[in-house]
């Protein structure tokens, strides 16, 4: 069996093919970019339509096969960007009723967890899921994923994101932010953990006044991502206890982050559990992810899927992973 996906909940689209065996064929990828500000959503949307046709076209050359090897086709639904979301899913519906194959709909965030556990061969970790718009704290239990701890404003991605913008790195920021704490050292930001969730935006509000009364980039750098990091290995540890995990596994665009990667490696090592990151290529927004989750849900219940009509599936903007049923664990 081979997935064709599409992938277009934010700065990315992306087309990919899978088989059934997790095996990635092709994945092909462009990403939205901006100088001067963050992720315009309709602009994102104009980059996602002039692009998608010739990177369909590139996926299925470099995979060396044409649409009538495909056997079913998953679509990013949500959550998402609603103006980025419709631009995969127009192009997923026409290639399905052009080629008559069951269109599955995926939640993008399920996928990153999924995309995951193939590609660190971990069984049942404590997930935490860095992504730009997303931080949560994620694990299996009584059938579902389910948050057990969250950020109460912003994403960690886009809180970096935006600290970039206010000391002109562009995005996205994170890559730069990471190459400048190398250099600065520590100043107090403050530190914000409710319980089990996260609260970014003050410390990053902190950070930005700091910078506009001289304080250098490379040290608001430094201290933002300690704080932040510190904050996320601090739940994450607390949410492994509370549901006895010996795995983690850091997925999302900030699993690129050397630095996060340290923090739970020592935290993991002293309560002896294993943990685990996405590699590079595959810890952002790809449909890499999309193409495998839609064989997982596809092979569960493929019955629901065959007799579904594409007239009834449509964007979920704000999805979140507790609503998704669970049908392949």
Known sequence: MICLAIESTAHTFSVALVNDKGKILSEIRDMYTSKETGIIPLEAATHHRNVRDELLKKCFDEAKINIKDIDIIAVAAGPGLPPCLLTGMELAKKLAHENKLPLIFVNHLIAHLEIGKLLTHTKDPVFIL????????????????RVFGETLDTGIGNALDKFG??????????????????????????YVVKGMDLSFSGILTKAIDLFKRGVSKEDLCYSLQE?????????????????????????????????????????CKERKAKSFYVPLKYSGDQAAMIAYTGILQYKSNKKYYNNLKLNDIDINPNWRVEQVNITWL
């Not at 509370?242 to 490696?265: D, F």
Request: glycine share 10%; no cysteine; net charge positive.
């Open 130 to 145: 860095a992504t730009g718009a997303n931080t949560q704290i994620i694990a299996f239990e009584s059938g579902k994923y």
């Open 165 to 190: 913008r206010a000391i002109n790195l562009g995005f996205p920021a994170g890559p730069k932010i990471e190459e400048l704490a190398k250099k600065g050292k520590y100043v107090d930001l403050g």
């Open 227 to 267: 704080t932040y990091f510190s904050m996320l290995t601090e739940v994450t540890e607390r949410a492994m206890a509370h549901v006895n995990k010996k795995e983690a596994l850091l997925i999302g665009g900030v699993a690129a982050n050397k630095r996060l990667i340290e923090m739970l490696n020592i935290m």
